[in-house]
């Protein structure tokens, strides 16, 4: 602790004796000052013992003993030490009446107590309590640096929240608590993760402060690139100390540490998992299972998705989203003791393989939602499939991956095309021309008045190729149809008795809103 008035009353040396503010002597000195000045406020940096034999005060003055007592607490002194047998014999009752009416602590310094000898008092105090927070910092850097090569980041978490007298709290790169101690604090830190994703915005290192004087809760990257790897949160009830201090730092370098090894580690794991995913897409499961080993093993055994993504294009957004997107499905694996294998086939692509219904795929379709609105990702998701399967998923993956980017959706899976209609898949340009092409000489027809071959190619293919009901349906003799349907022949130079062409027929029809009565 350093040192406060109170301490200082009590040095036996000094015989200090409380003449006002008895109520205020626990408050912390941060140096002993010595001014004559009638006004020593611009000398002033706050948390200051004055001391002063009144040599140019009008010290028996009551209203400039009460602006000058003022003065003083505005300007952050905590207390006033007068030296008697000086210039007065004892303190003036102007000076002392204005101390106690503000409740400025004001000492008497007897004469045999040169001021010297309490600023050495103070000098030395200070030290003092210096040097224990500096020796209590490198044991605390001790401690920690135990607990993180035996136990690892959540040991470090837990000490360091011992340490403060607080709470303590560790994110990944996503902002997802996978630390916190004590376990009462969970809550607490979890609603913390919209700061950890503001400071994820800023280059490493960066820091921030959050919440109030009851709840003070410092913020700190962890990383050594540009980019954050993960933050720690240290929640306490006042602003940290110097030996507090020394533990939190020990503890942002250490759990950097051991996230860059980690990520060294990931990063070798990593390529495996790209080996072994090139080798099920190449059609060779079994290789690919002896190459996985125990590590990967347990993700071929059981259904797995593959998914591609690709960018979606549109501004150049601020951190390319295919890294981040694989962070957050690695993120997520982490977290849930999952296995996912990613490789970037290209800048632009990434193919991942998941476990079928696990926290990966689940993450994915947040991720996805999240980045539609800022045109980060177009996500396409294969059917559950086995290993001799990888690469017919990787199809599939691919086709729901079309079809998302032509709805213009973040996200298709691919079982959503076999449940719902075809007709939304006719969207696309090429289809239209097709279809503007196949119509085209039936529509150069009716606009020269000689009959209406297009609403009665769509009576007849509506009513399954039924002339009576067809025919009813147009206000026309069936026999008008017949004739109206061999001019259809002839101008497309097609038999409507081909069930190819009437399926072209209505496609096109629908392709081009021309299916509609």
């Given amino acids: 602790m350093p040192p406060t008035l109170a301490s200082l009353v009590q040095h036996s040396a000094l015989k200090l004796v409380v003449r006002a503010g008895e109520d205020r002597l626990d408050t912390p000195v941060r140096w002993a000052h010595v001014s004559e000045l009638a006004d020593p406020v611009p000398y002033m940096e706050g948390g200051e013992l004055l001391l002063t034999t009144a040599l140019t005060l009008d010290a028996e003055d009551p209203e400039a003993m009460r602006r000058y007592v003022r003065r003083l607490l505005g300007a952050g002194v905590v207390g006033l030490g007068f ?20 409740h400025l602590p004001l000492l008497e310094v007897p004469r045999r107590t040169p001021f010297l000898a309490i600023s050495k008092a103070v000098s030395a105090a200070i030290s003092a309590d210096q040097y224990r927070a500096v020796t209590a910092g490198f044991e605390a850097q001790r401690e920690l640096t135990r607990a993180a090569l035996a136990e690892g980041p959540e040991a470090v978490v837990d000490r360091l929240a011992a340490h403060v007298d607080g709470w303590a709290a560790l994110y990944d790169a996503s902002g997802t608590v996978v630390a916190v101690s004590p376990e009462w604090a969970a809550r607490r830190a979890a609603r913390l993760t919209p700061d950890v994703e503001r400071l994820r915005e800023r280059p490493a290192p960066a820091s921030a402060v959050v919440g ?63 080996a072994v995913l090139r080798l099920m897409l190449a059609g060779q499961p079994e290789h690919a299972r002896t190459v996985a080993g125990e590590l990967y093993g347990g993700v071929l055994d059981a259904p797995f998705r593959l998914l591609v993504a690709e960018s979606a294009g549109g501004e150049e957004p601020a951190e390319p989203p295919l890294p981040v997107l694989a962070e957050a499905l690695e993120a997520a694996a982490a977290r849930a003791g999952e296995a996912v294998l990613t490789v970037a086939e290209t800048p632009q692509r990434l193919v991942a393989l998941a476990g079928d219904g696990g926290a990966v795929v ?145 496609l096109a029809l629908k392709a081009t809103g021309e299916d509609a009565g």
């Fill in 83 to 102: 030296a008697v047998g000086v210039n007065y014999e004892e303190i003036p009752s102007a000076l002392l009446s204005a101390a106690r009416e503000e």
């Fill in 212 to 274: 109030n004087t009851d709840d003070r809760v410092e913020l700190q990257s962890l990383g050594t690139g540009r980019r954050v790897r993960g933050a720690l949160a240290v929640g306490t009830g006042a602003p940290l100390g110097t030996a507090e201090r020394y533990a939190v730092h020990s503890a942002i370098a250490l759990l950097t540490l051991t996230t860059e090894r980690s990520r060294s580690l990931q990063a070798a794991e990593h390529r495996l998992g790209a």
């Fill in 362 to 506: 689940a993450a994915c379709g947040r991720y996805a939602d999240r980045e539609a609105e800022e045109a980060g990702v177009v996500v396409g998701l294969s059917a559950p499939a086995g290993p001799s399967a990888a690469a017919a998923a990787y199809k599939q993956a691919e086709q729901a991956l079309s079809v998302a980017r032509r709805r213009g959706r973040a996200l298709v899976e691919h079982e959503d095309l076999a449940a719902g209609s075809v007709l939304p898949l006719l969207a696309d340009d090429a289809v239209r021309a097709f279809a503007d092409g196949m119509l085209r000489a039936l529509r150069d027809h009716d606009a020269t008045g000689r009959g209406d071959l297009v609403a009665s190619l769509r009576a007849w293919l509506s009513r399954h190729g039924q002339w009576d009901a067809a025919a009813a349906d147009l206000g026309v003799h069936r026999h008008t149809l017949r004739y109206r349907m061999r001019r259809v022949e002839e101008i497309l130079g097609r038999s409507l008795d081909d069930p190819d062409v009437r399926m072209e027929l209505w």
